[in-house]
């Protein structure tokens, strides 16, 4: 059974969540978020606005963490964008 876009979205507020609170992650969450990413834009379903524009730099968030040598201090370099986006998620209504 595939994930819905609202399922999507909690898996991805979870993951963005993890990685603001623990300051740690791994390359595997970093390629699932810009899996989450791809998908929820082609499907089309999102309407917040906020998330919608927030989206295509979650994603490059995403691949510079794959990318990254240190992954632990491309997280904290991006902590307060982080701590913006899990605000934006969250507040999202279905």
């Known amino acids: 059974m595939p994930l819905t876009v609202k399922d999507q979205v909690n898996v991805l507020y979870d993951l963005l969540s993890e990685h603001s609170e623990e300051c740690c992650g791994s390359v595997s969450e970093c390629q ?12 089309k379903e999102l309407q917040d606005e906020n998330v919608l524009r927030s989206l295509p730099a979650i994603y490059d968030y995403g691949k510079a963490g ?13 902590q307060s ?14």
């Not at 964008?81 to 279905?94: A, D, F, H, M, P």
């Open 66 to 78: 794959e990318d990254s040598s240190d992954l632990s201090s491309h997280i904290t370099s991006n």
């Open 32 to 43: 699932q978020i810009q899996r989450l990413v791809r998908s929820i834009l082609t499907k």
């Open 81 to 94: 964008q982080l701590e913006e986006w899990v605000t934006s998620i969250g507040n999202v209504k279905y």
